[in-house]
């Protein structure tokens, strides 16, 4: 079978994503691991002209630089359509010369371009412990794989 | 509630890239924050985007077959690359818009702090390799219903009344069962004589083959025709005379010959290739078997139209030769029939013989094509080459 991928960005207008990237991952409390929606995560900062940033997240400070990517990533959006808008399941069977074609639903996947990444900001060193707590709202810890922070529990500012 | 959760506007990706100096941005998650399988993360180089934004790419495959992506010339294998790392993935502002948010940003104004969203964790992303065009199948496909005498009289018989039959392919039928880029089909249904009969792609049975050609040769003969500027208007209407249909009789010139000029206007001029006839007669003697050297020669010899002069090495890729006591044999072992994968293909050579000399081995392996790797690498990848002397021919046995 074959799946067309579809572009309506245009001549070169694809939209931007970002991509941060750090080390490990970020683990919201217990109590909020299945209400991560909206949920604040920490502060991006760029200090100074160059392009260094901090990623503040709980009680740890990664530092990390915005680097260009050396290929570009597209966003593609998979989605299933049924086979000519037909309802699901009928009259299919004769358009499909084939017959292995195996797809159950008969449904084909449509691929589409909706968005490229050029740029990410990427924290490679481990988190820095901040001394005192955060002003900001701190909602979360950094796991590394190092025993850095293990414990690391969860505040309200 | 109101501390942990975003309270601001959303600014997305385009704020994170463009963070002013001595500025700072809230990052929380998305209010449709999820896994969004859905959504994929596909690297690729630069000079690719252009087929992209045209859509000009595909993926193509069975399910059960691993996707390629394909330009128009090109193949690409899709592998994914994980990260342990975490990947946030932040949509611009105007994508994946919650619309509690446009109400957020009428009522109440731009003094609230910007947050920009993560949508999704990337556990990783796509990326493509280069590689071979997989071809192998569209031979198998194309021999489950060679064309043949049968059909063509049948064709006759009832002509108009459409045929339901197996193995008969079109183009959409082959792009969507052959993980190779348009052109690299197209090239290789050249190569394997492909026609396109009635809108379905078709390879000539051999025997309607030998019809084929030895009608073009007797009327040749017989009209005092030089194989050197043969006419395609001459051709096709003696061979359409003979009960081929015209498209077959145009063919069967490109089969067995090159033109030589392209007629504006006018008819084309064709000549044979001599090599290409010669091999066809050289196939055809060896389909009962192996033979002796000195017997195949004489008949191949006798076979072949006046005029040509069959050469032993016009046979190079078709044909091996053993020597068992002091007779030499020959039996048929052509290139075109062995698969296309380096692996495959190894492993067949050496299962027709453990050991072989530079010499034959390389009318064997020359076609094979693997993006990045030269054809030194893949002898040294699959083979192990033994000189027991300076001047002494290398030996290739199986790795």
Same mark, same amino acid.
């Given at each position: 079978?074959?799946?067309?991928?579809?572009?309506?960005?245009?001549?070169?207008?694809c939209?931007?994503?970002?991509?941060?990237?750090?080390?490990?991952?970020?683990?919201?409390?217990?109590?909020?691991?299945?209400?991560?929606?909206?949920?604040?995560?920490?502060?991006l900062c760029?200090?100074?002209?160059?392009?260094?940033y901090?990623?503040?997240?709980?009680?740890?400070e990664?530092?990390?630089?915005?680097?260009?990517?050396?290929?570009?990533?597209?966003?593609?959006?998979?989605?299933?359509?049924?086979?000519g808008d037909?309802?699901?399941?009928?009259?299919?069977?004769?358009?499909?010369?084939?017959?292995?074609?195996?797809?159950?639903?008969? &449904?084909?996947?449509?691929?589409?371009?909706?968005?490229?990444?050029?740029?990410?900001i990427?924290?490679?060193?481990?988190?820095k412990?901040?001394?005192?707590?955060?002003?900001?709202?701190?909602m979360?810890?950094?796991s590394?794989?190092?025993?850095l922070?293990?414990?690391?529990?969860?505040?309200?500012? | 509630?109101?501390?942990?959760?975003r309270n601001?506007?959303?600014?997305?990706?385009?704020?994170?890239?463009?963070?002013?100096? #001595?500025? $700072?941005?809230?990052?929380?998650?998305?209010?449709?924050?999820?896994?969004?399988?859905d959504? +994929?993360?596909?690297e690729?180089?630069?000079?690719?985007?252009?087929?992209?934004?045209?859509?000009?790419?595909?993926?193509?495959?069975?399910?059960?077959?691993?996707a390629?992506?394909?330009?128009?010339?090109?193949?690409y294998?899709?592998?994914? +690359?994980?990260?342990?790392? &975490?990947?946030?993935?932040?949509?611009?502002?105007d994508?994946?818009?919650?619309?509690e948010?446009?109400?957020?940003?009428?009522?109440?104004? $731009?003094?609230?702090?910007?947050?920009?969203s993560?949508?999704?964790?990337?556990?990783?992303?796509?990326?493509?390799?280069?590689?071979?065009?997989?071809? =192998?199948?569209?031979?198998?496909?194309?021999?489950?219903n060679?064309?043949?005498?049968?059909?063509?009289?049948q064709?006759e018989?009832?002509?108009g009344?459409?045929?339901?039959?197996?193995?008969?392919?079109?183009?959409?039928?082959?792009?969507?069962?052959?993980?190779?880029?348009?052109?690299?089909?197209?090239s290789?249904?050249?190569?394997?004589?492909?026609?396109?009969?009635?809108?379905?792609?078709?390879?000539?049975?051999? =025997?309607?083959?030998?019809?084929?050609?030895?009608?073009?040769?007797?009327? &040749?003969v017989?009209?005092?025709?030089?194989?050197?500027?043969?006419s395609? =208007?001459?051709?096709?209407?003696?061979?359409?005379? =003979?009960?081929?249909?015209?498209n077959?009789?145009?063919?069967?010139?490109?089969?067995?010959? #090159?033109?030589?000029?392209?007629?504006?206007?006018?008819s084309?001029?064709w000549?044979?290739?001599?090599?290409?006839?010669?091999v066809h007669?050289?196939?055809?003697?060896?389909r009962?078997?192996k033979m002796?050297l000195?017997?195949?020669?004489?008949?191949?010899?006798?076979?072949?139209?006046?005029?040509?002069?069959?050469r032993?090495?016009?046979?190079?890729?078709?044909?091996?030769?053993?020597?068992?006591?002091?007779?030499?044999?020959? #039996?048929?072992?052509?290139?075109s &029939?062995?698969?296309?994968?380096?692996?495959?293909?190894?492993?067949?050579?050496?299962?027709e013989?453990?050991?072989?000399?530079?010499?034959?081995?390389?009318?064997?392996?020359?076609?094979?094509?693997?993006?990045?790797?030269?054809?030194?690498?893949?002898?040294?990848?699959?083979?192990r080459?033994?000189?027991?002397?300076?001047?002494?021919?290398?030996?290739?046995?199986?790795?």
């Amino acid at each position: 079978m074959q799946i067309k991928v579809k572009c309506s960005c245009g001549q070169g207008n694809c939209p931007e994503w970002a991509i941060l990237e750090l080390q490990g991952v970020v683990e919201a409390q217990p109590s909020f691991q299945d209400r991560l929606r909206n949920l604040h995560i920490g502060l991006l900062c760029r200090a100074s002209s160059q392009e260094s940033y901090t990623f503040t997240v709980g009680y740890h400070e990664l530092t990390g630089t915005k680097v260009p990517l050396k290929k570009p990533i597209l966003v593609l959006k998979k989605t299933r359509v049924s086979d000519g808008d037909a309802v699901e399941g009928e009259g299919e069977e004769e358009k499909d010369s084939g017959g292995d074609i195996a797809s159950p639903s008969n &449904s084909r996947v449509q691929l589409a371009v909706i968005g490229i990444i050029r740029h990410k900001i990427l924290f490679k060193t481990r988190p820095k412990a901040l001394i005192s707590g955060p002003q900001t709202v701190a909602m979360g810890k950094i796991s590394t794989p190092s025993s850095l922070a293990p414990n690391c529990g969860y505040t309200f500012a | 509630m109101e501390l942990k959760n975003r309270n601001g506007r959303e600014g997305g990706a385009e704020v994170v890239l463009s963070l002013q100096p #001595h500025s $700072s941005i809230s990052i929380a998650y998305h209010p449709l924050f999820g896994p969004h399988d859905d959504l +994929v993360l596909l690297e690729l180089d630069e000079k690719l985007i252009p087929d992209i934004l045209q859509e000009r790419v595909t993926l193509r495959g069975q399910p059960n077959e691993d996707a390629v992506l394909c330009t128009s010339s090109k193949t690409y294998a899709v592998k994914f +690359v994980g990260t342990s790392n &975490s990947l946030f993935l932040m949509p611009p502002s105007d994508q994946f818009a919650p619309r509690e948010n446009v109400q957020d940003c009428d009522e109440k104004d $731009s003094g609230k702090m910007m947050v920009a969203s993560v949508l999704k964790v990337a556990p990783g992303n796509m990326e493509l390799v280069e590689v071979a065009p997989r071809l =192998d199948k569209l031979k198998l496909l194309l021999s489950e219903n060679p064309y043949s005498f049968y059909e063509a009289s049948q064709i006759e018989d009832s002509e108009g009344t459409e045929k339901i039959d197996f193995g008969l392919y079109r183009w959409e039928d082959l792009v969507d069962r052959i993980q190779a880029s348009d052109s690299e089909l197209r090239s290789e249904l050249e190569a394997l004589f492909a026609v396109e009969v009635n809108g379905f792609w078709r390879i000539l049975d051999k =025997d309607y083959k030998d019809g084929l050609l030895n009608m073009l040769l007797h009327n &040749s003969v017989l009209n005092d025709w030089s194989f050197d500027a043969l006419s395609e =208007d001459d051709v096709v209407a003696v061979l359409v005379a =003979d009960g081929f249909p015209c498209n077959i009789a145009r063919h069967c010139l490109q089969i067995y010959g #090159h033109r030589v000029d392209g007629g504006i206007g006018g008819s084309c001029t064709w000549r044979l290739d001599e090599t290409r006839v010669c091999v066809h007669f050289a196939r055809r003697i060896l389909r009962g078997g192996k033979m002796r050297l000195e017997n195949f020669m004489e008949e191949w010899m006798k076979k072949v139209p006046e005029g040509m002069h069959p050469r032993f090495d016009m046979l190079e890729g078709e044909v091996l030769t053993e020597k068992l006591a002091i007779e030499t044999w020959i #039996h048929a072992f052509s290139v075109s &029939s062995l698969p296309s994968t380096p692996a495959e293909r190894f492993s067949i050579l050496f299962q027709e013989r453990p050991k072989w000399e530079w010499k034959d081995l390389d009318p064997y392996v020359r076609d094979l094509k693997v993006p990045g790797l030269s054809s030194e690498s893949l002898l040294l990848k699959y083979t192990r080459r033994t000189q027991p002397t300076l001047d002494a021919e290398p030996i290739f046995t199986a790795r």
